[in-house]
């Protein structure tokens, strides 16, 4: 086992839930970093491997949404996650680097409300922090953007 796998799996043991979110945002994040330079190089199968993992990820964090408990929060992800998924789709289909940038940033700005979310439970245990629609839409990023 690698250091960074090692690493990895010490940090999702003690995580909080809200991290567990963060980890795989920044593994979709990766793997979309990943799925761009292999189409620089023109490597169409680690293209596919790299977004098709990414749609595995989405997948996991979708079947994970509570919607009863969660809501319009829920609700709001459920979409963002069906929109990431046909995009990446598209980005596939097209080789397209544009979507496929397009959606690290939309990624890495929900990533960052997820870390409000978790420095909020942290700072206040036992208190339902707030959701990370409301602090991305206040910050005018990728779900303030969201059409479902």
């Keep these: 086992m690698d250091a960074r796998t090692h690493y990895r799996e010490a940090a999702i043991r003690g995580a909080r839930p809200a991290l567990l979110v963060v980890l795989l945002y920044e ?6 970093r990943q799925a761009l330079l292999a189409m620089e190089r023109n490597q169409v199968e680690r293209r596919t491997n790299k977004i098709n993992h990414a749609i595995l990820v989405i997948a996991n964090l ?6 009863p408990a969660g809501q319009q929060v829920a609700l709001h992800l459920e979409r963002f996650y069906e929109q990431l998924r046909a995009n990446l789709m598209r980005a596939q289909i ?3 680097r544009e979507i496929l940038a397009q959606q690290i940033t ?3 700005a929900l990533r960052e409300a997820w870390l409000e979310v978790d420095r909020a439970g942290a700072s206040s ?5 707030a959701s990370p629609d409301r ?3 206040a910050t005018g990023s990728a779900p303030a953007r969201w059409k479902g």
């Design 62 to 67: 979708q079947s994970a949404l509570n919607k």
């Design 125 to 129: 245990p036992g208190s339902e922090p």
């Design 27 to 32: 593994q979709m994040i990766e793997d979309l």
């Design 135 to 137: 602090k991305a839409s």
């Design 94 to 96: 097209h080789a397209s």
């Design 106 to 108: 939309d990624l890495i």
